[in-house]
């Protein structure tokens, strides 16, 4: 099967997944995803299924991108927090669906490489750096949408500190070895924090610090 009915076939799947969304689809059709993924992997770029990364990391599955991006309710005009860049393939999505894209990762590698890929599709709307993304990006506050696509325990009280009013951060929360939820927590326009819990999912872990 060519990669475009390959890629025809997910986007059906997706659909028939409860993904309605037809900017999330439409940014799933276009971002090609077989440049995220290490080559030997090419091929099964657009099976609904997670991919090894480096690293020890994994790009998400589709659906779970769609999932989390149509969860994100986004606009044009928003500035959206992504915690843990990994290849860059959620970080592309978004930017076709926001203003702009802060996107931070731990690992040097992963980010060199992201930002390779961002270069290479002309993406000029994310911008991305190393670092410990639990902390956050403080001098970008307050953001509109906060995303994170690492599992945590608990919400670090900096990211939620970030959000601005309005807003909604999504985030897996749970053990990372066992299944985590993804819980979406929105504030008001008062400043308070109310939250709902969306999809199963297992993701890697949120591991503090910085790493070559
Ligand atoms: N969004 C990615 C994509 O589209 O390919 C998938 C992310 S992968 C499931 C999780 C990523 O979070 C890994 O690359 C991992 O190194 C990163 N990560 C884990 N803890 C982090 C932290 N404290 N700060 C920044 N990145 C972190």
Known sequence: MSENAQKIRLIMDLRRQGINDTDVLSAIE????????????????????????????????????????????????MKVLEIGTGSGYQAAILARLCRRVYTIERYRSLHREAVERFQALRITNIVAKVGDG?????????????????????????LLDQLGEGGILLAPVGQSQKQQEIVRISRDDDGRFSEEFLLPVRFVPLVGGVAQ
């Not at 906060?146 to 325990?153: D, G, R, S, Y």
């Open 30 to 77: 276009r971002v090609p995803r077989e440049q995220f993924v290490a080559p030997a992997f090419r091929d099964q770029a657009y099976e609904n299924i997670a991919l090894p990364i480096s690293q020890g990391q994994t790009i998400s599955q589709p659906y779970v991108v769609a999932f989390m991006t149509q969860a994100l309710k986004l606009d044009k005009r």
């Open 134 to 158: 639990s902390k956050g990006w403080p001098e970008q506050a307050p953001l509109d949408r906060i995303i994170l696509t690492a599992a945590t325990e608990t919400i670090p009280d900096a």
